[in-house]
């Protein structure tokens, strides 16, 4: 049996950065969950599928070739995926992909899948409930809304993404309205067993030496 660290939480918590220093120093591998929705999103427009075929949506992901490198990058059936994944146009459709129940079910099947070849941090919104329940170390990263926003909106800048601060905030405060109360299965939620990592208060290095901190000691 390989080890999981399971981690959920929300949008623009920083948990992909988190997670996937963990995997760096561990020497696991990281998996980002989100990007595997991201590709059914990316898929599914570039085949014409609309979100309500949702047997077409199913077959879709069942057929797909994901993989997922440690240094983040996504490649969809061989193609690297990394950047287009990333649009805004992606990130209107993913939420309406991510709420396709069986879609969710087939995703567990394959995310359970890749922890059956190497240890791994996997990290998404339904990690520690639904995809690995039974995980030994679950974590739940955190931040206010206000500290995720500011992040995000200097992050756009960088990049050259014109947004106003007060977008960037609604566009959150949605995000995490729809994988909250995802009225099926997959909602993120909090759960006593999970360890909660405000990375709000922490730098990166805090909160991953928090994790592998519990991950040592447990
Ligand atoms: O983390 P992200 O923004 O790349 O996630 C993309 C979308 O997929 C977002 O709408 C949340 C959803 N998602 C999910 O429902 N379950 C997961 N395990 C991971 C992501």
Same mark, same amino acid.
């Given at each position: 049996m390989y080890n999981i660290i399971a981690i959920d939480g929300t949008s623009g918590s920083g948990k992909g950065t988190i997670a996937k220093e963990v995997a760096r120093r561990l020497n696991y591998t990281y998996i980002d969950t989100g990007a595997m929705y991201r590709c059914v999103a990316l898929k599914s427009l570039e085949d014409n599928i609309?979100? &309500?075929e949702e047997d077409k949506m199913v077959n879709l992901l069942k057929n797909m070739d994901i993989r997922l490198t440690n240094d983040g990058k996504v490649y969809l059936d061989g193609r690297d995926v990394s950047t287009e994944i990333r649009t805004e146009e992606i990130n209107d459709r993913v939420p309406k992909v991510a709420n396709i129940v069986p879609l969710r079910l087939v995703m567990k099947d394959k995310q359970r899948e890749m922890a059956t070849k190497s240890d791994v941090v996997m990290e998404g919104?339904?990690?520690?409930?639904?995809?690995?329940? &039974?995980?030994k170390y679950k974590f739940y990263i955190d931040a206010s809304i206000d500290i995720r926003a500011e992040r995000r909106y200097k992050q756009n800048l960088e990049k050259g993404i014109e947004s106003t601060l007060e977008e960037v905030k609604k566009n959150l405060e949605e995000r995490d309205y729809n994988d909250m109360n995802?009225?099926?299965?997959g909602a993120l939620k909090r759960t006593p067993e999970q360890h909660y990592i405000d990375n709000g208060k922490n730098t990166l290095e805090e909160s991953v030496n928090e994790i592998l901190k519990i991950v040592g000691e447990e």
């Open positions: 609309s979100l &309500d919104r339904d990690i520690t409930t639904h995809i690995f329940p &039974d995980a995802r009225n099926t299965i």
